[in-house]
């Protein structure tokens, strides 16, 4: 999200406020995630998921009371062989669509089709610029290379990308590198 998207989404925001409504919720898709992430408060990685028609009629009713804003959430959303016809449907309700993931899963095919649909933000979970670290503090070799290429790809496609790093023990040596990043 650019400066003046930013600006307006704060705007809209207080307006929502001051009439005392709903500007944003945040639903968590699921609790599977293909990491295992040292500070990772969902214990519950094997419960049951929702099915689309589900979601689809959360996002009817929120659109109902007036809600402008989602962040999509998880667990890993992009697990979710249906994550891009939900985004699809959410931003065809009129939703401001950000989501959390942490980008492993997205190639090509997509960051187009989030770039497509307008999606306003993706927050990716990425802790260090150190190979290691990120890799140590996910539980599995490789996913900062997926982080970082995911970002990267994303950004091509003029996606607003924001790292998004929970600090550790593990990183707390590299949050200033991080954020330089």
């Keep these: 999200m650019g400066v003046l998207e930013r600006q307006g989404y704060e705007v ?7 009439e005392g409504r709903l500007f944003s919720v945040h639903c968590d898709l699921l609790y599977q995630c293909d990491l295992d992430c040292a500070h990772c408060y969902l214990d519950h990685k094997a419960t049951h998921n929702r099915s689309t028609a589900f979601w689809k009629d959360v996002f009817d009713q929120l659109g109902q009371l007036g809600v ?3 962040t999509l959430s998880g667990g890993e959303i992009f ?3 249906d994550i891009l016809e939900l985004v699809a449907h959410a931003r065809s309700r009129g939703f401001i669509v950000s989501l959390k993931t942490h980008g492993g899963r997205i190639g090509e095919v997509e960051a187009a089709r989030l770039a497509e649909l307008g999606v306003s933000e993706v927050q990716v979970s990425y802790y260090s610029p150190d190979p290691e670290v990120h890799d140590r503090i996910t539980r599995r070799a490789g996913s900062h290379q997926a982080t970082l ?5 994303m950004v ?9 790093c929970s600090a550790t023990r593990i990183n707390f ?3 200033e590198a991080t954020a330089a990043q």
């Design 149 to 153: 290429k995911a970002m990267k790809v």
């Design 68 to 70: 402008a804003a989602l």
């Design 12 to 18: 809209l925001q207080d307006a929502y406020g001051r």
């Design 79 to 81: 697990l979710r062989p």
């Design 173 to 175: 040596e590299h949050l």
């Design 156 to 164: 091509a496609h003029g996606l607003g990308v924001v790292a998004s």
